[in-house]
């Protein structure tokens, strides 16, 4: 069978210094507009770095409904682009748009800096870390490190790749194989198993079909550029320990994974799954799960 998937290199490459100094900023509500919100709100790391809502929370209590379905950070520096738009192409550029943006930290860097600069054990990391110490710029640098040595290179798939003939549960691998058979690795395939391609959610018809309303995140790529070639068009999410991270999708509207492997049959597809087969798929997904990454500190 061709190989289309890779499995994680078991060796990330990180300055260990940045990463744990970002991993303190991931948890510090200084980087927030009212000392409120850190970025482990929305990443719990014990929710596999997702928060297990169908939207993100937002500090502007009407917009939570116009919020997309939190994504994992477990291998975010494996995918081509960052945001469900892939409207960040670095993850220094996704953590500053966080911060700033006001229906989610709602921060203002000279406020932020104020209060950080206050606290002179930062500062000296800063300084360690840092030619030029503490800097809006330095701060999303060191969220971004911490952020890219979030790896999971061990999964029971990785360990089949890499020559184990018995990592795989019979069940799984009958999954490993129709999931080629049913072409979803046209989208889902690489080292992230996804996370490297834009794709129109819906080929098949609509899986907005007999919705009320539709909010601007539901349009995709669409919201941000104004063509039509972009509605609907979102990245398309890496399947990398997507057992521990439902609810799925842009908007968090399938609770299962059987829930997701039937929408995206039907409307990526074009095909109805059979029982034999969802239990199959189901197994590989869950084949994907990894240990979770140990924090640098």
Not at 197 to 211: C, D, K, Q, T, V
Not at 227 to 232: A, T
């Amino acid at each position: 069978m061709p190989r289309a998937i890779a499995p994680i290199p078991l060796r990330t490459h990180v300055d260990r210094t940045r990463a744990a100094l970002g991993r303190r900023l991931f948890f510090d509500t200084r980087l927030s507009g009212d000392g409120s919100i850190f970025c482990a709100r929305c990443h719990d790391p014990t929710h596999a770095y997702t928060d297990g809502r169908r939207r993100s929370l937002s500090l502007v209590p009407e917009a939570s409904a116009r919020q997309f379905n939190v994504p994992t950070l477990l291998n975010v520096s494996l995918n081509f682009a960052f945001g469900w738009r892939a409207e960040h192409e670095t993850l220094e550029a996704q953590a500053r748009s966080v911060i700033e943006n006001p229906e989610h930290m709602g921060a203002d860097w000279p406020g932020a800096l104020h209060r950080l600069r206050a606290d002179p054990a930062l500062v000296a990391e800063f300084e360690s870390a840092f030619a030029d110490g503490l800097t809006a710029t330095n701060v999303t640098r060191a969220i971004a490190e911490f952020e890219r040595s979030l790896i999971t290179p061990n999964a029971a798939l990785d360990r089949y790749l890499r020559g184990d003939r018995n990592a795989l549960s019979e069940e799984a691998l009958c999954g490993y194989r129709t999931f080629h058979r049913y072409g979803c690795v046209s989208c889902h395939q690489g080292v992230n198993v996804g996370g490297n391609l834009l794709a129109r959610f819906g080929i098949f018809g609509s899986p907005y079909e007999g919705r009320e309303t539709l909010v601007p995140t539901d349009l995709g790529r669409y919201s941000l550029t104004g063509r039509e070639n972009d509605r609907r068009v979102f990245r398309v999410p890496s399947l990398r320990n997507v057992a521990l991270t439902a609810p799925y999708f842009h908007d968090g509207s399938a609770r299962t994974l059987e829930d997701a492997v039937r929408i995206v049959a039907r409307y990526q597809l074009g095909r109805e799954v059979p029982e034999k087969d969802m239990d199959c798929l189901v197994a590989f997904l869950h084949s994907l799960t990894a240990p979770q990454p140990e924090s640098p500190r």
